[in-house]
């Protein structure tokens, strides 16, 4: 199995800072890497796919870029709405996701 | 607009059973692979199984096989998801998932919800 690892697990920033969220995978996934989005109580929500492409109707602030083994997701600056968890997923192989990055306001 | 509503969740003893259903409308149904992800409390999520547009490809975790069958009924868009001797590990959040492709890359494109499986004497 191919395991994926996010860091940090967890992160506190401020209204307005510029987040990277980072996640490896055990072995090369060229692009197979998704992002989403999940807020307590609300279904996760898609926000980039094959390791940069934006998902429609995800703002602009968040983008992804990597391949291989090592991913970025970037928010170029944080919103209210924005502090939820994060997970990545490899779709290589059988899907796995990271074990998830929880964003906090400071 | 796309919809997928989980239902049949609830509150069962080890070594029981249970049914989940996903009705999807908003989308041809017939013509998407679908999955289902669980999540336990405070856990990441976890991929159970899927299943391609027609039924006839199916794929389970290896932490479910031989106690969970996927089935899909694509004259009623509905997916189902069978549980069997079910064990406390079971316990989660179960979402029925829509996969989408870009190129050969697939992703999870639309979530439901979730039904809320308690595995517990």
Redesign the interface.
């Known amino acids: 199995d191919i395991q994926m690892t996010q860091s940090p697990s967890s992160l506190s920033a401020s209204v307005g800072d510029r987040v990277t969220i980072t996640c490896r995978s055990s072995q090369s996934i060229s692009?197979?890497l998704?992002w989403?989005q999940?807020k307590p109580g609300?279904?996760?929500?898609?926000l980039i796919?094959?390791a940069s492409?934006l998902?429609s109707g995800v703002p602009s602030r968040f983008s992804g870029s990597g391949s291989g083994t090592d991913f970025t997701l970037t928010i170029s600056s944080l919103q209210p709405e924005d502090f939820a968890t994060y997970?990545c997923?490899q779709?290589y192989s059988?899907?796995?996701?990271?074990?998830?990055t929880r964003l906090e306001i400071k | 607009e796309v919809q997928v509503v989980e239902s049949g969740g609830g509150l069962v003893q080890p070594g029981g059973s249970l049914r989940l259903s996903c009705a999807a409308s908003g989308f041809t149904f017939r013509s998407y692979w679908m999955?289902w992800?669980r999540q336990a409390p405070g856990k990441?999520?976890?991929?159970v199984s899927?299943i391609n547009s027609d039924g006839s490809s199916i794929?389970y975790?290896d932490s479910v096989k031989g106690r969970f069958t996927i089935s899909r009924d694509n004259a009623r868009n509905t997916l189902y998801l069978q549980m069997n001797s079910l064990r406390a590990e079971d316990t989660a959040v179960y979402?029925c998932v829509r996969e989408s492709k870009?190129?050969f890359?697939?992703?999870?494109?639309?979530?439901?919800?979730?039904t809320l499986v308690t595995v517990s004497s």
């Open positions: 692009s197979y998704n989403y999940h609300e279904a996760p929500k898609l796919y094959a492409s998902q997970y997923q779709s059988n899907p796995q996701f990271g074990q998830g | 999955h992800v990441g999520p976890v991929w899927r794929t975790a979402y870009h190129w890359v697939p992703y999870f494109d639309f979530w439901g919800q979730g």
